[in-house]
């Protein structure tokens, strides 16, 4: 059976490197309809907010983590990155707006045809008892409608799919499960879109049992699923890889866009 992935992704697992690779080539800027910022209306008021706040700190300054992405460097905004790898009319671009100004990172999905649009890192360090990824998403323009299956991001640990994680929307159900599928849950609460959301991703290990826990959050809006998984033992001496971006084996519906931004990676 075809599968599809809508893929907003942290990986700590073994995977192809065609479509998670490590590198620092960055992407040049580009420029498009963004999301409100901050929850505004997008509008004047808005530019003006990105134009006033360009010139502080970077958020990624004030952050004490193993990885940080905010895609605001001048002129490399996939700095920590490898170049994006697209296909079937997929774009990964980088767009003014997003939570921190100036630049977010944006994916618009070709409906009409299969395709990716990712960009990936690796991840200096292994995976430790506990690894957290922390982001920004904006899911625009996404309908509850006949999708296959769609995946939000992916979060594992080397070792084997078994230990990679998707967030997958299909037939008005969001589920958390691994690549191999052979684990899954269901999200409970309500999946925020079309607005700014916080997307936490906790993996936790020790030598008996393994846990891995999501939530995205936005407003009144929460939904959260957690899954069994790895031991420490397996994978203690695996890398953690980050990537982001869509990919889908089918034609979608409908064409939605997603915005990623403050892309933060713990590890303890």
């Given at each position: 059976m075809r599968r599809s992935y809508l893929l907003c992704a942290l990986v700590l697992g073994a995977c192809s490197t065609d479509t998670f690779n490590a590198g620092d080539d960055g992407g040049a800027d580009a420029t498009d309809d963004v999301p409100p910022i901050n929850g505004g209306d997008g509008g004047v008021d808005a530019k003006l907010d990105v134009t006033v706040e360009a010139a502080q700190p970077r958020y990624c300054a004030g952050i004490d983590a193993q990885?940080?992405?905010?895609?605001?460097?001048?002129?490399?905004p996939a700095m920590g990155f490898a170049s994006?790898?697209?296909?079937?009319?997929?774009?990964?671009?980088?767009?003014?707006?997003?939570?921190?100004?100036?630049?977010?990172?944006?994916?618009?999905?070709?409906?009409s045809s299969p395709g990716y649009a990712t960009i990936g890192a690796a991840i200096s360090g292994n995976a430790s008892t506990s690894t957290e990824l922390d982001f920004k998403i904006f899911i625009k323009d996404f309908q509850s409608g006949p999708y296959p299956p769609v995946s939000m991001f992916v979060f594992g640990i080397a070792g084997g799919e078994s230990?990679?994680?998707?967030?997958?929307?299909?037939?008005?159900?969001w589920t958390l499960s691994n690549l191999s599928n052979t684990k899954s849950q269901q999200l409970s609460g309500t999946v925020p879109v079309d607005q700014w959301a916080d997307v936490k991703v906790q993996v936790g290990l020790s030598n008996t049992s393994g846990s891995v826990?999501?939530?995205?959050?936005?407003g009144n809006d929460s939904a959260s699923a957690s899954l069994q998984g790895p031991t420490l033992p397996t994978v203690s001496a695996a890398p953690v890889v980050l990537s982001l971006g869509v990919i889908s084996s089918a034609a979608l519906s409908q064409s939605p866009s997603v915005f990623y931004d403050n892309v933060v990676v713990y590890s303890k």
């Open positions: 990885f940080c992405a905010d895609f605001d460097k001048p002129g490399d994006p790898t697209e296909d079937g009319g997929y774009v990964l671009s980088f767009v003014d707006g997003g939570v921190s100004p100036p630049t977010a990172a944006k994916v618009d999905v070709a409906a230990y990679v994680y998707t967030l997958t929307y299909g037939s008005g159900v826990v999501l939530t995205i959050s936005a």
